[in-house]
């Protein structure tokens, strides 16, 4: 595909999102009518705050990323912005306040994607200084112990809070997580996963056996789990360990380690359901959600009544119930979309989730280097995961992990993370930045 | 690393399908079941801007209505003593009683064409109007029997013998559902069961109530004679560890079945159960369909394997102090059977409901009426139940017995059936609501 064509693509897809937040707003903006049955005059400004924020980012993001990245993948920013403006609009349907909030986190994790596009010179700093980073996230995360606040007052304490502002770092941390692990298995690959029985280097000395290069990469990893399950954050921890397995399948080519982690998994599961409440709860809702539907199952029992209610067409915007879900605009957002947008509005997010996966699969096909292959796979992994147990939870496909959908789910800490995860697609997508230098690999692929 | 990679787009493609299909699965395999759920408010919430329709007693008399504006419709009961039939609507706890039973027609769907009601509901936003229900009752009867009954915890029944419309249906303690929102908790937990319509779903041992459809039973037979006699007058019956006596000291030698039911001594009844049998006596309460449930618009109930159990002493059987419980629809319809010469009235609640275009449609029986007892030994056991018969009746509990009331009137081609039970009452007052009720229905015929 030439340049022009990929521009023009990409233009396309950019009007045909811009056409739908048109007429996403204006839907919003005629609910109070649609609700009495009756024209009434349109209230409140929001709905225009909401649909001019998100012209404004995605016409400053198009230009700065065509002019920073030129042959960068045209499917991303028209998907992800198509994406979190649905998001805008669902949210500010069920919370106002949380809408106009949402919008100008937007607008920050507009910023900090130009901001990662936009950085001079090559991103090798990422690559190089990758415990450094890593340790950066993990102590954010850890002060998350001590002082841990969570901005609704109560539940799990998550949050990092200042001056009304809050951020939650797993959500920072498990980009620094991926990269780490890209970084640590292109480096390290041939050692991990070396077929060859150990025997000396060329000077003699012994070579160490395999093992020794899973350790420093297992104790990162392990402290990460260690944070999460002590923050009882169970959406968190199953995250990690999967992104953890795909990449070890993804470095190593071996099932064996796809198999052994299932397996854990459910080794986790179990032991887990005899320790922690928390998940045996939620495995219980999961497992027969009917035995209490108006106690400990009523979220996901409400949730499949809402994806009743909606059936093909939905109910139409704003003419829903879907407030009855606890937390319906952040990890039950899957469920109020069905509702009033019926199954065909949630098979589109299902697709557009899924294209921008698969374009993030594309990316590590046609990453040059072996860093630039596991970085665009794994971070394509942490999407799908995260998207997949989301999704799959508020449906009852499996236990309910509490995680954000993301794009659409209210969160600024999502919302900033899933566009600094674009952003590096965006770099990953664009082959001739000078970044991904072949040099430092050790084979390629 | 290619192979990896397309192997993980493919998984990940699954997953998303799977999560397609299992949303689907809910949105249309599921949908109706789910919608159907009590728990599912959304068919409540949209009376708060489609009213729902009116309930009536049989002259027109109002019992329930939608009150308010479009947008914030409230429902009213303007009696609201009668909340054990009407039942309630909510949003938080489901439906019940007549709100219920008739919910498709007073929410307006009955008898609409799904394509005209998809088109309405959903298309243009417009849903059908809820339609009136007009009950059997009379709230005048109604009034007097909740006013007779007070604050005494027991039920009355009052119907038409010949037709089995139900006149008044009393249950007390019950409930205000005006402000059931609000009380819902306490309703729960309140120990004296306000919510339990004891006129049809509570079972009572009935005791002495039982002996006239033993005698019933034995006239049919051909083994009835209301003049033999027993001796001594006041000889006791053993029920579980006690000795069951007299009612009232007869003072007498001798005594007939007559006057033995008349001072409320065991004696005589239970020696003609032992006489008919375990067999003929469980044929007796089948007949009289105290085994089985009535159908009726409200939910009612009946004891399962009364009378079955090898352990159960014939003559303990037969005075009502054996595994048999009733409730007072039962013996009200009994009683109904005795007065009308033998053939039990179907009971009926619902007088005519309102058709979409706003005429009245007459609401058919439920059954024709059944012979439950030749017409010649209904009128061999009329006599003890002239002028109405009051009984007690023992509970497992050490407290007060119950207090039965039945009778029918005029004495001559009786028309009404009047059932009165108090749970710690005695028979005069029962005899004395029973009483006015059945005057009032004659006056008012």
Not at chain 2, 150 to 178: K, R, Y
Request: proline share 7%; net charge neutral.
């Amino acid at each position: 595909m030439s340049l022009s064509e990929t521009r023009r693509r990409e233009t396309n897809l950019l009007l045909l999102a811009g056409l739908f937040m048109v007429a996403a707003v204006a839907a919003l903006a005629l609910i109070p009518s649609a609700r009495a049955g009756a024209w009434l005059p349109f209230g409140g400004a929001d709905p225009l705050i909401i649909l001019a924020t998100w012209l404004v980012c995605v016409l400053v993001a198009t230009w700065l990323v065509r002019r920073r990245l030129p042959t960068h993948d045209p499917y991303l920013l028209p998907v992800v912005y198509l994406l979190s403006g649905f998001g805008l609009v669902l949210i500010w349907r069920l919370t106002p306040t949380f809408g106009l909030r949402q919008t100008a986190w937007l607008g920050v994790a507009t910023a900090a994607l130009l901001g990662l596009v936009l950085l001079p010179g090559d991103l090798r700093w990422l690559r190089r200084f990758r415990y450094t980073w890593l340790a950066a996230g993990l102590i954010l995360t850890a002060l998350t112990l001590f002082l841990g606040v969570n901005p609704s007052g109560q539940g799990d304490r998550l949050w990092l809070g200042c001056c009304g502002l809050y951020l939650q770092p797993a959500e920072i941390l498990k980009i620094l997580l991926v990269v780490f692990l890209a970084s640590y298995l292109s480096d390290r690959r041939e050692q991990l996963f070396a077929t060859v029985i150990p025997g000396t280097w060329s000077d003699g000395s012994p070579r160490p056996r395999a093992a020794v290069y899973f350790m420093p990469m297992l104790l990162m990893w392990g402290f990460s789990a260690l944070i999460l399950i002590s923050q009882r954050d169970l959406g968190m921890s199953t995250l990690f360990f999967g992104v953890f397995i795909v990449m070890l399948y993804l470095a190593s080519g071996q099932v064996s380690y796809v198999i052994a982690g299932a397996a854990l998994l459910l080794l986790a599961a179990l032991l887990g359901y005899a320790l922690f409440d928390v998940v045996r709860l939620r495995v219980e809702a999961w497992w027969n959600p009917w035995a209490d539907p108006s106690g400990r199952s009523y979220q996901i029992v409400q949730s499949l009544i809402a994806l009743a209610a909606g059936g093909l067409v939905g109910r139409g915007p704003g003419l829903g119930a879907a407030n009855l879900i606890p937390v319906a605009h952040s990890d039950f957002i899957f469920a109020a979309l069905a509702e009033e947008w019926g199954l065909l509005g949630l098979l589109a997010v299902v697709g557009l989730q899924a294209v921008v996966v698969l374009r993030g699969l594309r990316i590590a096909l046609e990453a040059p280097n072996l860093f630039g292959q596991l970085l665009a796979g794994g971070l394509a992994t942490l999407l799908a995961l995260q998207a997949c147990l989301i999704m799959g939870g508020v449906i009852k496909l499996i236990p309910l992990t509490g995680l954000t959908l993301p794009f659409l789910s209210y969160g600024g800490s999502s919302l900033v993370s899933a566009f600094c995860l674009v952003g590096l697609l965006l770099r990953l997508s664009c082959p001739d930045t000078r970044w991904q230098r072949p040099r430092d690999d050790l084979a390629p692929a | 690393m290619n192979q990896q990679l397309k192997r993980l787009t493919l998984a990940v493609a699954a997953a998303f399908v799977a999560i397609a299909l299992a949303a689907g699965y809910w949105g249309f395999v599921q949908r109706d079941d789910l919608l159907a759920r009590a728990d599912n408010p959304r068919r409540v919430l949209a009376e708060l801007r489609t009213p729902r329709g009116a309930v009536y007693d049989r002259h027109d008399q109002l019992l329930a209505e939608t009150v308010g504006e479009p947008g914030a419709l409230a429902r009213n009961y303007p009696y609201p003593a009668l909340a054990s039939v009407l039942g309630y609507v909510s949003p938080f706890y489901g439906s019940a009683g007549i709100e219920a039973a008739l919910d498709a027609v007073l929410h307006g769907d009955a008898g609409i064409d799904p394509v005209d009601l998809f088109w309405q509901t959903t298309v243009l936003g417009t849903p059908p109007a809820g339609r009136g229900v007009r009950l059997t009752l009379d709230l005048a009867l109604q009034r007097q029997a909740d006013v007779a009954l007070a604050a005494q915890t027991g039920a009355v029944v009052l119907l038409d013998a010949q037709t089995g419309e139900i006149l008044a249906l009393a249950s007390h303690p019950t409930f205000n559902a005006n402000v059931l929102d609000d009380q819902w908790e306490d309703l729960v937990a309140d120990p004296a069961a306000p919510l339990l319509n004891r006129a049809t779903l509570a079972l009572y041992q009935p005791g002495g109530a039982l002996w006239p459809l033993v005698a019933a039973g034995a006239a049919q037979a051909g083994q009835l004679d209301l003049t033999t006699l027993y001796a001594p007058a006041d000889q006791p019956l053993r029920v579980d560890d006690a000795l069951l006596g007299c009612r009232v000291p007869p003072r007498l030698e001798v005594i007939t079945l007559r006057e033995s039911l008349h001072f409320g001594c065991p004696g005589p009844t239970g020696a003609l159960g032992e006489a008919l049998g375990a067999p003929a006596l469980q044929r007796i309460f089948a007949a009289f369909h105290l085994t089985t449930p009535h159908a009726l618009s409200l939910p009612t109930t009946a004891a399962t394997g009364a009378g079955q159990a090898p352990a159960d002493d014939v003559g303990v059987a037969a005075i009502g102090q054996g595994e048999l419980t009733i409730t007072p629809l039962h013996l009200a319809l009994a009683v109904a059977a005795l007065a009308r010469d033998g053939e039990m009235p179907v009971p009926q609640l619902v007088l005519a409901t309102q058709d979409p275009d706003g005429g009245w449609r007459p609401e058919a029986p439920a059954g024709e009426p059944v012979r439950v007892l030749a017409a010649a030994a209904a009128a061999q056991v009329r006599p003890l139940l002239t002028n109405g018969y009051a009984a007690t009746a023992l509970t497992g509990t050490a407290g007060q017995p119950l207090a039965w009331f039945m009778g029918f009137g005029p004495q001559v081609d009786a028309r009404y059936a009047v059932v009165v039970l108090l749970e710690s009452g005695t028979v005069e007052a029962a005899a004395a609501i029973g009483h006015g009720l059945l005057d009032a229905a004659i006056a008012g015929k």
